[in-house]
């Protein structure tokens, strides 16, 4: 067996050196593109668990032990449905827009850190590219609004884009703050740079960044309360009204996939992703797994995030359509304008995490 | 040698979007047709190494720039025949303008071949380099005029863009949420004192 | 690989992983079309709307605001293309280059004010 093994390893490193690279890389990107899928499955599990208990129901409980089951049943029926392409659509657009919302929701989690040193693309532009690959994302929506011909679908789009458009502005400039404390675009780096336990986390020289990119978030996903785009009591579905099957499954999964994203890049950013909270915490001892760096730290982060989504929907009604454009252009980007401002006067006078200015 | 043959690569794609961009006959083809032309260039830009400004090309131009194409593109009524009229009245300027930037391009190239400078390669990068830093470390303290007549160009054209564009619609109700908020109760609601009415 | 293999090689996985999608998205909607049933008719295809068949194109001309907010969003996002590598390098650009930000972000938000009291964002 073990000669087997290594003659397979001998076959294996017989390869030029790029093609392993590219195997390896092809690889990775399989493993956490099927692990984003899987918690995007489970998260809707979650969903209707959380928002269930919250409304005092039991939530999704018959396929399987409590229920697990379901999201794979989801998947199953949402396949063998029919796929409906109206007849005025344009047929070419209709079936490239979900396409188009998929492919920016799986690429970017290319540059997300997972643990100290696992990233498959460990790219200095790490989160202009994050930036760059979010702001495609619109395409997906207004496509499909546009391509299925239909007055609500068409209504919807529009809402989302003007909506996804006001949220990104005070998402970006948000990140600036990130970057100002930071000092870099590596998301690795602004994850090392918050190293030495909860003190350091960004959340706390930055907290008022922090709630409006958070919800910048939650606006950018089309999630509630900002559900305008698809305010089903308004305009039935939004721009997926026409969807159905398979094509409404890859919005939804490319939905749920922002949204997870969202959580892991809050987590990044301002809470020092797969760092411990109990870093600094000496009397733990030194070699207790309470105070190491994993990825079970950012998953837990995560996981918290996607819970505060639910809890938002579940919490809030729909906000009206002038308010949260009022929210996102006269609330949240003078907060970020001043708070960058607030930064740079620390850099000048050399106190925090931006000491590092030359003077 | 991989090198090349992703710059023929992607080029080649680049040229067909670009050509697409001309023929197609849906507007919104058009538009989706040059985002794919942006996001090629942008690759271009990375095998050049000049990764900031790559980024900067698919977030601006695909993420801002062409969401105002489609925008417009998209409400406008589409009416092809009118469109291709147009082909024959803009021609000559077009034609005028491509003779212009093929003589630039010529030029261009022939200086470059002229100079002899060496063309084959770009210095090659420190470790730790990052190409957005070596852009920032020059743009605000060696180009900081140019940084701020920028800064006066997106100042006037958040005031074109408003002058052009603003209409308001006379007669439409509005809320104004500071007014709302700083109302208080005894400006709305008045409690009257009233003794019981006697029966007589 | 080329020139400077470590720079364009970290953008290779970026490249497969973009494919990588474009085939999940793919192989998702070949499989629903494959295993998806049922029969198309003229009912069924008609736009979901009001029962009617619609009179008009449903794409129609909308509130030049729209316009407006994409432009001012372009605009925007401008200013964060150039507050990006400022706040990367703000450790060798100095005080020097912290009074160049203040100035071109104090003549952002004169335009920002502009915007403001002109009510542009304002939604009726």
Redesign the interface.
């Known amino acids: 067996m073990a000669e087997f093994l290594q003659s397979l390893m001998a076959y294996w490193e017989s390869f030029p050196a790029?093609l392993r690279f590219v195997v390896i890389a092809t690889m990775q990107i399989l493993a956490v593109t099927i692990c984003v899928i899987l918690t995007v499955a489970f998260t809707t599990y979650f969903e209707r668990k959380v928002i269930g208990s919250m409304q005092g129901r039991i939530g999704p409980n018959r396929v399987g032990p409590l229920g697990l089951l379901q999201p794979f049943a989801d998947v199953i029926k949402l396949l063998i449905k029919e796929v409906v392409i109206p007849q005025k659509s344009?047929r070419?657009?209709f079936v490239?827009a979900p396409l188009l919302s998929i492919i920016p929701a799986l690429a970017t989690w290319a540059v997300i850190p997972l643990s100290d040193g696992f990233v498959i693309a460990d790219?200095?532009?790490g989160l202009?590219?994050v930036?760059?690959?979010?702001?495609?994302g619109?395409?997906g929506v207004?496509?499909a609004g546009?391509a299925t011909n239909s007055k609500y679908a068409f209504l919807g789009a529009m809402r989302s884009?003007a909506q996804i458009?006001a949220y990104?502005i005070a998402m970006g400039f948000a990140l600036v703050g990130v970057l100002m404390a930071a000092g870099?675009?590596?998301l690795g780096d602004i994850t090392r740079a918050q190293a030495g336990g909860l003190s350091h986390w960004f959340i706390l020289p930055l907290l008022p960044l922090f709630f409006v990119y958070f919800i910048s978030g939650v606006a950018e996903t089309n999630r509630a309360p900002f559900d305008v785009a698809e305010g089903e009591s308004e305009i039935v579905a939004g721009f997926h009204v026409e969807y159905s099957g398979v094509a409404f499954a890859v919005f939804f999964l490319a939905e749920y996939a922002n949204m997870v994203l969202i959580s892991a890049l809050t987590a990044i950013f301002f809470l020092g992703g797969w760092a411990s909270p109990f870093e600094g915490w000496s009397f733990l001892g030194d070699d207790s797994l309470l105070r190491a760096t994993s990825f079970f730290w950012l998953a837990a982060k995560i996981s918290f995030f996607i819970f505060v989504f639910f809890w938002l929907r579940a919490t809030f009604p729909r906000y009206r359509y002038?308010q949260i454009m009022?929210l996102g252009w006269k609330v949240f980007i003078p907060i970020t304008i001043v708070w960058i401002a607030v930064e740079g006067v620390m850099a000048w006078l050399h106190v925090g995490p931006w000491a590092r200015l030359a003077s | 040698m991989?090198?090349t043959i992703l710059f023929y690569l992607f080029a080649a794609v680049l040229f067909i979007a670009a050509l697409g961009v001309i023929f197609s006959r849906?507007p919104?083809?058009a538009v989706?047709f040059l985002?794919l032309a942006f996001f090629q260039s942008a690759v271009l830009w990375?095998?050049a190494?000049a990764?900031?400004l790559a980024?900067?090309l698919?977030?601006?131009y695909?993420?801002?720039?062409m969401?105002?194409f489609?925008?417009?593109v998209?409400?406008?009524?589409i009416n092809v025949e009118r469109v291709q009229g147009g082909l024959t009245r803009y021609a000559p300027l077009g034609l005028v303008v491509a003779v212009v930037m093929v003589f630039e391009l010529v030029q261009i190239i022939w200086l470059r071949g002229q100079a002899n400078t060496e063309t084959l390669?770009?210095a090659?990068?420190p470790e730790g380099?990052?190409?957005?830093?070596a852009?920032?470390?020059i743009?605000?303290?060696e180009h900081?005029y140019a940084?701020?007549i920028?800064?006066?160009i997106?100042?006037l054209?958040?005031?074109a863009?408003?002058t052009l564009?603003?209409?308001?619609r006379p007669g439409?109700?509005?809320?104004n949420?500071s007014n709302q908020v700083a109302v208080s109760a005894k400006d709305r609601v008045r409690v009257v004192k009233m003794d019981a009415e006697s029966n007589s | 690989?080329?020139?400077?293999p470590r720079?364009?090689q970290n953008?290779v996985p970026i490249l497969i992983f973009l494919g990588v999608a474009t085939g999940i998205g793919l192989v998702l909607l070949a499989l629903g079309f494959l295993f998806g049933s049922g029969q198309k008719d003229a009912e069924k295809l008609s736009p979901y709307e009001c029962g009617f068949e619609p009179f008009e194109?449903s794409?129609?001309?909308?509130d030049?605001?729209?316009?407006?907010v994409?432009?001012?969003?372009?605009?925007f996002?401008?200013?964060i293309?150039?507050l990006?590598?400022?706040a990367?390098?703000l450790d060798?650009?100095g005080g020097?280059?912290l009074i160049?930000?203040a100035?071109?972000l104090t003549?952002?938000v004169?335009?920002?004010i502009?915007?403001w009291k002109?009510?542009?964002l304002?939604w009726?």
Not at chain 1, 131 to 136: H, Q
Not at chain 2, 165 to 168: D, F, I, Q, V, Y
Not at chain 3, 59 to 62: E, H, N, S, Y
Not at chain 3, 64 to 68: C, E, F, S, T
């Open positions: 790029d344009n070419f657009l490239i790219i200095n532009a202009l590219y930036l760059a690959l979010t702001s495609v619109v395409y207004i496509l546009w884009a458009v990104e870099s675009l590596n002038d009022r | 991989l090198h849906n919104v083809h989706m985002v990375l095998l190494e990764e900031f980024i900067v698919v977030l601006v695909v993420g801002a720039v969401v105002l489609l925008f417009v998209m409400m406008l009524d390669g770009f090659a990068t380099y990052s190409n957005t830093k852009l920032g470390a743009l605000y303290t900081v940084f701020e920028a800064a006066v997106l100042l054209a958040i005031i863009a408003i564009t603003m209409r308001r439409l109700k509005q809320q949420i | 690989m080329g020139r400077s720079m364009l953008y194109d794409r129609m001309k909308f030049v605001r729209y316009y407006l994409a432009i001012l969003f372009i605009i996002d401008l200013e293309a150039f990006f590598p400022w990367v390098s060798s650009i020097f280059g160049a930000m100035i071109f003549l952002l004169v335009g920002f502009y915007e002109k009510g542009a304002e009726d």
